[in-house]
């Protein structure tokens, strides 16, 4: 099995207070997948949800963008492409690929496991219907 790793800069340009949009795809190879997730040009992410609590945004705030932007993708295009707990399994893997230590890996992953529902769920069930 390949290991995770992301196989293309992040490159993105703002397009508004809390918007970015992909000027080039970005790849990602995924082994909890088995296969390479690319997120198409023109995608619009805000990266990672974080609360701006003091503690919580000192230590996840604006850090792990190119994995925020593979856990958007996913969760947009969640009901024909993966689960949501296949989508957080993923964004556990890519902030590991990018060398963060394990508690921040595990505190996002928590953060996308307790708060994502409300994110995932609507999208999910409006592609089904």
Do not use: C
């Amino acid at each position: 099995m390949a290991q995770p790793q992301f196989l293309s800069p992040l490159q993105v340009e703002e397009i508004s207070k809390d918007n970015w949009q992909l000027l080039a795809p970005l790849r990602f190879y995924s082994a909890v997948l088995d296969r390479e997730i690319t997120v198409p040009e023109g995608f619009v992410t805000d990266f990672a949800s974080v609360p701006r609590l003091p503690f919580i945004y000192w230590f996840a705030g604006d850090t792990v963008r190119k994995a925020a932007v593979i856990h958007d993708w996913l969760y947009r295009t969640a009901a024909v492409q993966v689960t949501r707990a296949e989508a957080d399994a993923v964004f556990a893997e890519a902030i590991e690929a990018l060398g963060y230590w394990k508690a921040r890996q595990w505190f996002m992953w928590a953060g996308v496991r307790v708060g994502g529902y409300w994110s995932y769920a609507p999208r999910a069930a409006a592609v089904q219907s």
